[in-house]
């Protein structure tokens, strides 16, 4: 596969395409699972999690040591699920988390494990897990309830030779021999799954600890009593539809990298609309839609986010590991690194090329062009802060010129619709964005120049970009 081909956008994958896309993926996942292991036994990260939580975290890994001596082929499945990176992968994320999504996360992260011993197939003949009331365990896409067991409980799961008791509260059930069967004290339901996309739907986001909202999206929103949402179902299901009629290259990429879809539960108003992904693999999350087009633009923009993590070598860009926040964003209230610019550019300009396929079949409402329109103008904004003081090398050059290219094809496409008032609104819009993320600054930004907003001289200046690097 040649990577420069299949940077921006998707190319079809034959099957040993698809084998080098797989190998990638868990080539990652070994990777960064060594390292949140190792971060995992931190003191640092032990005194954030809590001496109950990092007891359980210290159980989960004696458990990985009892696989890799006696069940190797086990232990390799177990780190090769995404549910295990995901996981593993959130409750190592320095951010704040409230209590109850620590308790979630841990409780998931054991899941994948006691739902072994559910079934007979335990490695120690004794290990103890507390897990909240429910738990997902996602190697077999069934949610684990104890019933009985109140909310907020903790449920206190005990093996030995071949038996299961379980406690809650001042609550102790008798041994249950193992495997469990129907009827049982523990109840297992299957997830809701897209037949589409072959993945499971997940619609509450509490147990895997990520919000639809921020604090700021919050104080803004507006009431929507007309708001009437698809179920993720139908809305997963639709956008399959939509993304395999116009860009089906996309299908050829996702069954290895979209192995979810959550429910973000946002607020019910269509003014809050999120989408969100955590590395090569991981599961989507996503605010409900009333437009499955909408799905079909998220799922595009995180499978984007997914290729470029994969694929990319970040040596080709100079301040790629650099973290100071020098840059107004167009995409984000806040300051970014100039990484955070080219995440936004490589996912828009796809977005934006979804919209166009669609328009030219079918013309779409007016609002969806005012979408393309901001996320055209923003793409704009970001690559010509990017050209001024990204520092290129040489063999990040081809790349950047795939942005430029496909920049100037799609300023040819999208500036002759825009009308007065709309050129005035947008720029009206920007110029208060930009002040907004300065004002949040604490220091002066980079980007600040109009310059920045001279929309068709940036157009100019990336045909030339692309014509000098030999791209047409």
Known sequence: ?????????????????????????????AT?????????????TSARLGAERASCVQGFINELLELAQHAPEQLTELMSHWGSFALLNAISAPATRVETQLDNLLGNLQALLIGRYLRGQGISPQVRFTTPPRAYDLRRNVLLEVPGAAAGQKVEWSFSQGSLALRHGDTTLPATALPLGAGGPVSERPLTWSKSWNIPLIDENALLGITGTTPQELQKEVADPDFRPLSLHDSAEAAYTIVRDLWPEMLDWSPQLFTALVDMNGPPTRHVHRSASYGPGSPIFVTRVDDAFKHAEDIVHELQHQRMSLIMDTSAFGTWDDPRQIAASPYRSDPRPLRGLHLGIHAFLAVNRLRLRQHARAGFPADRFRYMLNAHRTNLFSFRTLLHHEDIREHGRPMFAEYARELVAQHELIEPMVTREQNES?????????????GRASEKLINMSPEYMDWNETARLAA????KEGVS
């Open 1 to 29: 596969m040649n990577d420069i081909d299949a940077y921006l956008y998707p190319v079809a994958l034959d099957a040993s395409m698809q084998s080098q896309v797989g190998e990638r993926i868990r080539t990652f996942r």
């Open 32 to 44: 960064t699972m060594d390292s949140l292991l190792g971060q995992l036994q931190t003191p640092e």
């Open 426 to 438: 947008f720029d009206h819009h920007m110029r208060e964005h930009i002040a907004a993320v300065a």
């Open 464 to 467: 030339r970009y692309a014509e």
